[in-house]
């Protein structure tokens, strides 16, 4: 009997001093914070799926606001709703996912082997400027396009090609799937170049010139030596490009609310905005099921394969492939796509921008009334230009304000989890972390966005209901971040050794000494790394934040959303070049300091 309280005694000892250590507290900590941002929001977005609300009377006359119902599930699921509510958005949203895919991939590869594999000049420069059409919102090419193609069937202002060639172009080109699957594929496409890049880099090209010794053909090697070494980062850049287009909500917006043609998320904003949450909820949790059912799908594929080995023990050489005569032609098609996919659309958003009469596209309607004018009663019901409109500038300060909270706030919490998953490495607490802290980026924005409305429109215990306020629209910019700054936090640990705060242990210091002292002075790098991730991703977010801003919380992308719904053009475009100025500053910078991102 006394040795087992013997043992007993010694148990708990031990699980005290275990509990007690400083990444142990940590780990703890963050899976907390985790099941506050991540896991109940979820589940009260489940919930509130399954009960009335006090909208439901315009639906049901049985509706009892609070009580349990399956009415939303059976009426989203099987009724004379359904095609219009779930197949036709479900269904155009895989098709839009899977067309951005392909095309999408078609262009990286190309372009990655190009710049990668071959002798085309200034593939340096290329290789920079191939990165910003992905670093430009998906938004911006979606009106641009419109200021391009839109015609005078819809309604409103004509764009300019019809206003040059008096040739309305047809409503096919102009809105629904083709225009969204095209502009998506230009924003997606550097997804799959940076990708295919560093697959392409790692081969070593002894394998490609044996293969040409023996007589090989030059589409002979790449279809069963090369393309095989880099299925892992085709299959990759694929999948994740399908589950970003799955769930992105500007562009199909813009492109496809005008020919009737919904997507899930363009459907979730419109359940929501109609005052029926429920369907938004339901039709939220569809969205997260399949883009994590894609992840896991991409994981069980990449996992299976092993035999990818490119870079061994052994010598390696890479060299490039001469062009020969196609050299040039090559070399204009690249600055071609780059043209149309980086330089295209911010010219035809700034002509948009200076132009008095919208459709009106002349030299004699040229104007600065929406950048610096003091406003006119004839255009835009009188407000003032972009740069001096009070509703505008203290949407900028929102948007700074924002963007400079959020990333300061994940970028710490960021080195938190990097401290608590290298410290712990190989321990099911610290893989815990590791894998939790990824959840938020397996749901699509606007979904994610509907978790926090559900959760947080009202009262929880002695939390008070948080929408419309700032602290909600920044909590979700955080939460939704984490999984870019936990991986920027665990790389800058992982250059860290452990020996420097050994030692310091060893001479007394406390742990918040050790932690203020040594450990984030080491690892400031790799947060300011992600500081800049998440400040330039926020600047340009529209899809998370759609649901939860209001008049006082409104950002610059979602006064664009605003003033393009009312016609504005002018002042959206106006709004979407500052916008763009402001990203591809920050990408600048983050790249001057020698970090590059993916956004």
């Not at 044996?210 to 589409?219: D, F, K, P, Y």
């Not at 938004?280 to 997260?288: E, N, Q, T």
């Not at 005569?325 to 071609?336: D, E, G």
């Not at 060893?506 to 800049?532: E, K, N, Y």
């Amino acid at each position: 009997m006394q040795v087992e309280k013997e043992d007993i005694r010694i148990k708990l000892s031990r699980f005290r001093n275990y509990i007690r250590q400083p990444h142990i507290i940590i780990s703890l900590v963050l899976l907390l914070l985790l099941l506050f941002i991540v896991l109940i929001p979820f589940i009260k977005m489940v919930k509130d799926s399954f009960i009335w609300h006090f909208a439901d009377t315009r639906l049901s006359r049985n509706a009892r606001p609070g009580s349990f119902t399956l009415f939303h599930w059976q009426r989203i699921l099987a009724s004379q709703i359904t095609r219009n509510v779930l197949i036709r958005p479900l269904l155009n949203s895989l098709s839009t996912a899977l067309g951005v895919s392909f095309f999408a991939l078609i262009i990286g590869a190309l372009l990655a082997w190009l710049l990668t594999r071959t002798d085309l000049p200034f593939r340096r420069l290329l290789a920079t400027l191939a990165v910003l059409p992905y670093v430009i919102p998906s938004y911006i090419h979606a009106l641009a396009w419109l200021t391009l193609f839109k015609n005078d069937r819809i309604g409103g202002a004509v764009g300019i090609f019809q206003y040059f060639f008096n040739l309305s172009p047809p409503n096919w080109l102009s809105y629904g799937y083709f225009p969204i699957v095209l502009t998506l594929s230009i924003h997606y496409f550097p997804y799959t170049f940076l990708l295919l890049s560093a697959a392409l880099s790692s081969i070593d090209s002894r394998l490609e010139e044996s293969g040409e010794i023996l007589g090989a053909t030059r589409l002979y090697i790449l279809r069963r030596i090369t393309f095989p070494l880099v299925i892992p980062a085709l299959l990759s850049s694929f999948i994740l490009t399908f589950s970003r287009a799955l769930g992105i909500f500007g562009t199909p917006y813009f492109l496809g609310s005008p020919v009737r043609f919904f997507t899930l998320s363009t459907q979730i904003y419109s359940s929501i905005t109609n005052r029926i949450p429920a369907a938004g909820y339901i039709l939220a949790f569809m969205l997260v099921t399949i883009s994590s059912a894609v992840i896991y799908i991409n994981q069980r594929i990449i996992g299976r394969r092993k035999s990818f080995v490119t870079i061994a023990g052994k010598g390696f050489r890479a060299s490039l492939t001469p062009l020969g005569r196609m050299k040039y032609p090559a070399l204009l098609m690249v600055v071609i796509l780059l043209i149309i996919s980086v330089l295209l659309p911010l010219v035809m958003l700034v002509w948009q921008t200076l132009t008095l009469y919208p459709g009106d596209y002349s030299l004699d309607n040229l104007s600065f009334l929406f950048w610096i004018g003091k406003g006119n009663t004839e255009f835009a019901e009188g407000e003032a230009g972009i740069l001096r409109n009070p509703a505008i500038i203290k949407a900028a300060w929102n948007s700074i304000k924002l963007a400079l909270t959020a990333a300061i706030f994940s970028g710490f919490i960021g080195v938190f989890i990097g401290y608590a998953v290298v410290k712990g490495r190989n321990t099911k607490l610290a893989n815990s972390v590791e894998q939790t802290f990824f959840l938020p980026y397996l749901v699509p924005g606007i979904a994610f966005g509907a978790l926090y409305l559900s959760l947080f429109t009202h009262r929880i215990g002695p939390i008070p209901a948080l929408y419309g306020t700032f602290f909600l629209v920044a909590l979700v910019c955080i939460a939704k971040n984490l999984p870019f700054t936990g991986r920027a936090g665990i790389t800058a640990m992982l250059q860290i050794g452990s020996e420097l705060e050994e030692a310091s242990e060893i001479a007394g210091a406390r742990w918040s000494t050790r932690f203020r002292r040594i450990i984030l002075p080491l690892s400031i790098r790799g947060a300011l790394a992600g500081f800049i991730l998440v400040f330039i991703t926020v600047m340009r977010e529209l899809s998370l934040i759609i649901l939860l801003v209001t008049p006082e919380t409104r950002t610059l992308t979602t006064m664009t959303f605003r003033y393009q719904e009312q016609g504005y053009t002018q002042f959206s475009s106006a709004i979407s070049v500052l916008i763009v100025l402001i990203v591809v500053a920050g990408e600048l910078i983050s790249r001057k300091m020698g970090k590059k991102s993916i956004i």
